[in-house]
């Protein structure tokens, strides 16, 4: 497909701009000539080929509404069409952040109610919404972690992270000036308890883990975990991306956790906008409240307001209060849903990868063999040995039948992983349907390898070569 | 309304399948005591029309003045109608990262495109498929200085916004970085004594903005010797990104970094969030900048196509070692700049123009009032800095007459004491401006 440049032609527009009706005065009188640039260089198109060209991109894009999208840990659930609707009220919408705080009295109350609900459903004290993503929500919650011991007086270096963690926990760690240590998991792919107690020295300011882990196991050993870490003066932190297991079933606050960072983005239901914008809120135990980023909405009588005066802060991690319109999604759906909902929405997502996982077993190779939480992770290494098929192959050969393929390669932990989280809001038919078609492939892959091997067939582009993206890297377009 | 489509029957067969009575029995491995024995203390469920007439309420409690004055980081600029079209395309916004290369065609090219336009409006020669937002771009752009040169000083000046100095505050106190902030001079540009006396052989990166918190435009080609000359590393932020359509961009003038926020192309302000970080650099950063990076490449046919590239930067595969922690990005907002930067074209400039001349005209106009003083004299994009007699009583009753006035500086600057910023874009209109004219001079 042509780039947009490809399709510029000279003295096409597409937006006009009003004439001044202001008193005309030569711009170069006043602002020097020498700050101007010489031109800006944009396509030049009509509306009518801006549109074409965006529908047609889009043709060539798959989302949630396209089709069943079991992406293991993004938790890609059905977004609710009302939630986009009401985010886009044109008095949420239109709102200048340094509005006066009595013109902004609604997003204020949406703000303070979301966060009030998200400490209940938690067990958590308290959460700052501010931060703009998960991965931003795991560097603030490690910054609390770093200024609650410097207000200690406390000199820890290192923060234990487990082998089968997200990438960004290991990251948020090392941005935040820890040396990040890894811990084993155990047999059952939970945390090595005698690994973790080698580990859990004085200069180490806590465990990072993640309930339910990446092999969508729950970790069983949680008290003792929990206890472990606290004994010698750790936090103890749990990466929130797979709370869609256990929302009015568990508390996190309850297990011993300390700090929590959430994505709002997966477990309530707003849509990733193919990739962005999400929402990382964290949540933290009482003692901790005061090291949350500024400003915080505070309630006096019946009138919300910004308060900024919170000397032992952490300070602020973004411009602004954070990503506002995502939190509008994210309330509506906590209030359309209500307690009893949002129970149900974790026990059927709990349910439909239980099902999954039972239905594929006798197909691909199930490495820890329990009761799963909202995810299941199978390895393709039977198809490997059998046909030298991999899971890259069988996931591209997923794209024929019409479905975005699972997690793949990941937990690192598991050779040739495929993390399947199917969600609550899909039917019993679309996993089975589902199911058929990894059975189908699994059978493939057995009779007729070659072909899995060159999928996808049926799509826009066929395997795109990743080593000359690398190689050659060509991350903007220049004229020929 | 709970979005399960699982019917009892289908609830049965499944269970039966997993050989479980209950779909308590999936729980089983949750220590009893932990358990939920009643259901969270939440408000009950909503219906939709419930839930709609609940939020129509709670929007009804914010008020939108029909006149803003209000810049200082966050833009009220005209949308054009495509934008919205294109980005409530269900096939984009309901779409997760494009990890799948095969079915993500469209955001992979739309992306590829955006960091082309946005090379092209910065100056530079590459740039990413977008940050956070303004102030985290410039703070990892920081962080990513001082780690690529090992040097721990930040050179910072007073006129970037106050905001995006706390977070840049922020990231450096995380990774034990010294922040030194240095002031502006009289003509409301940085200080270039103090510029040159801060910056020295430890120094990993010097934080700029222009147009500055201000408004106004600096003169960073006069500055970027005395940065290299050191060894440090420049990074160029800006808040108001349609300047770009007429200012000389940073990259041109020697910067390595161009950072800003990039909300003023097509997002709304949606109090506070969410826009996207603009992120750019020169080729020679390619390989550490922060962020994905969309890239053209062939599919096995030799057909163009487009992937995520030089992904071990990334923390996904390189952990602890990646050059930044971000996963998700503002993927949408970006794809709502692109579409906007498509629209405008060469208009752009148009734009920029008109900004121009609608703030002079106000500027002009406040400062024809008693007392009213501009306090700075260079030269400004669409927003000044104006000292009046009473900067809280002109606010109170501008916002009595409905208008959302400027920013009152003292609390972020107190030598600024009786000042006021404000903005005038393309949205204000000559009769609204004569208005708060006729409201400020009452």
């Known amino acids: 497909m042509e780039l947009i440049f490809e399709k510029s032609r000279p003295g096409r527009i597409a937006t006009g701009i009003p004439k001044s009706d202001v008193p005309e005065v030569a711009v170069t009188s006043i602002i020097s000539k020498s700050l101007f640039r010489d031109d800006v260089d944009l396509p030049e198109v009509a509306e009518v080929d801006l549109i074409r060209h965006y529908t047609q991109l889009s043709k060539r894009n798959f989302g949630v509404d396209v089709g069943f999208y079991p992406l293991g840990s993004c938790t890609m659930k059905y977004n609710p069409k009302i939630n986009e609707d009401v985010s886009r009220l044109p008095g949420l919408t239109s709102l200048h952040p340094y509005s006066p705080v009595k013109f902004s009295q609604g997003s204020l109350q949406i703000m303070y109610e979301l966060r009030q609900h998200l400490s209940e459903i938690f067990g958590m004290a308290d959460f700052s919404l501010q931060p703009a993503a998960g991965a931003h929500g795991e560097l603030t919650g490690v910054m609390v972690i770093k200024k609650y011991f410097e207000k200690k007086g406390q000199k820890r270096s290192k923060i234990l992270i487990p082998d089968t963690a997200h990438g960004t926990n290991p990251a948020s760690g090392a941005l935040c000036g820890y040396h990040v240590v890894t811990v084993r998991s155990n047999a059952e792919g939970g945390v090595d308890i005698g690994h973790l107690l080698e580990l859990m020295t004085k200069d180490v300011a806590g465990l990072m883990i993640t309930n339910p882990n990446t092999l969508g196991l729950f970790e069983r050993n949680i008290e003792q975990v929990s206890e472990i870490v606290h004994r010698r003066g750790g936090i103890l932190y749990c990466d929130g991306a797979n709370a869609n297991a256990f929302m009015g079933v568990t508390k996190p606050g309850d297990l011993g956790i300390d700090v929590i960072q959430l994505n709002l983005h997966k477990t309530f239901s707003t849509p990733h906008g193919c990739g962005g914008p999400g929402s990382g809120p964290v949540g933290v135990r009482k003692d901790l409240v005061r090291y949350l980023p500024v400003p915080r909405v505070i309630k006096k009588g019946r009138r919300y307001d910004w308060k900024y005066d919170f000397p032992d802060s952490i300070g602020r991690v973004r411009a602004f209060y954070g990503n506002f319109n995502v939190m509008v999604k994210a309330y509506t759906y906590i209030r359309s849903l209500g307690p009893d909902g949002l129970k149900r929405a974790s026990e059927i997502a709990v349910l439909n990868a239980n099902y999954v996982k039972e239905r594929l077993r006798a197909y691909y190779d199930l490495p820890y063999d329990r009761i799963c939480m909202h995810e299941c992770v199978f390895s393709g290494k039977r198809q490997v040995k059998e046909s030298g098929v991999h899971t890259s192959d069988i996931a591209k050969r997923l794209l024929d039948y019409g479905y975005h393929p699972p997690t793949i390669y990941f937990p690192l932990i598991v050779p040739e992983a495929i993390m399947i989280e199917p969600n609550e809001t899909e039917s019993k038919e679309t996993l089975d349907a589902f199911c058929d078609t990894m059975i189908a492939i699994a059978g493939e892959a057995k009779e007729n390898p070659d072909l899995v091997k060159s999928a996808p067939l049926t799509t826009a582009v066929k395997r795109l070569d990743d080593v000359k993206a690398a190689r050659e890297p060509d991350v903007c377009w220049r004229k020929a | ?442």
Request: charged fraction near 20%; charge should be negative; proline fraction near 5%.
């Open chain 2, 1 to 442: 309304m709970d979005y399960v489509p699982h019917t009892p029957e289908d609830q049965r067969q499944m269970t039966e399948i997993i050989g479980i009575k209950t779909v308590d029995e999936l729980f089983a491995d949750i220590p009893e005591k932990y358990k939920l024995k009643g259901l969270l203390d939440l408000p009950p469920a909503l219906s939709e029309q419930e839930v709609a007439a609940l939020m129509k309420g709670i929007s009804s409690r914010n008020a939108v003045p029909p006149i803003t004055l209000m810049g200082a980081g966050v833009y009220n600029h005209y949308i054009p109608a495509v934008v919205g079209h294109v980005i409530s395309r269900s096939e984009f916004y309901t779409a997760y990262t494009p990890y799948q290369a095969e079915i993500s065609q469209g955001i992979l090219q739309a992306i590829y495109e955006y960091q082309t336009m946005i090379a092209k409006v910065t100056g530079m020669q590459v740039a990413n498929a977008s940050m956070y937002d303004g102030a985290s771009a410039m703070a990892e752009a920081a962080v990513l200085a001082a780690k690529t040169l090992s040097r721990e000083k930040i050179v910072i000046v007073r006129s970037v916004h106050p905001e995006y100095r706390q977070v840049v505050g922020t990231y450096a106190w995380a990774n034990g970085y010294e922040v030194v902030e240095i002031p502006y001079g009289k003509s409301g540009q940085l200080d270039r004594d103090a510029l040159s006396h801060a910056v020295d052989d430890r120094t990993a990166a010097v934080l700029v903005q222009s147009p500055n918190f201000f408004g106004i435009i600096e003169d960073i080609a006069s500055i970027e010797s005395t940065v290299h000359a050191k060894g440090a590393l420049l990074v160029s932020g800006f808040t108001e990104a349609t300047s770009l359509g007429i200012l000389k961009p940073a990259g041109e003038m020697g910067a390595d970094f161009v950072v800003g926020e990039g909300q003023s192309f097509g997002n709304p302000m949606n109090y506070g969030g969410p826009y996207l970080g603009i992120f750019a650099s020169t080729a020679k950063f390619l390989r550490k900048i922060p962020g994905r990076l969309a890239g053209a490449t062939v599919d096995k046919e030799g057909k163009r196509g487009f992937v995520l590239t030089l992904q071990t930067r990334e923390q996904h595969i390189r952990r602890e070692r990646a050059t930044s922690n971000i996963c998700s990005n503002e993927a949408l907002c970006a794809l709502a700049a692109a579409v906007y930067l498509v629209s405008l074209g060469k208009n752009l400039k148009k734009l920029a123009e008109l900004n121009i001349q609608k703030a002079n005209y106000l500027k002009q106009r406040l400062s024809e009032l008693e007392g009213w003083n501009v306090v700075f004299p260079a030269p400004v994009y669409n927003e000044f800095v104006i000292r009046c007699p009473d900067p809280k009583k002109v606010n109170q009753k501008l916002e009595a007459a409905g208008v959302i006035g400027g920013y009152e500086l003292e609390k972020d600057y107190p030598e600024l004491g009786n000042s006021l910023l404000f903005c005038a874009t393309e949205m204000l209109t000559k009769e609204d401006m004569d208005r708060v004219l006729s409201i400020v001079a009452q």
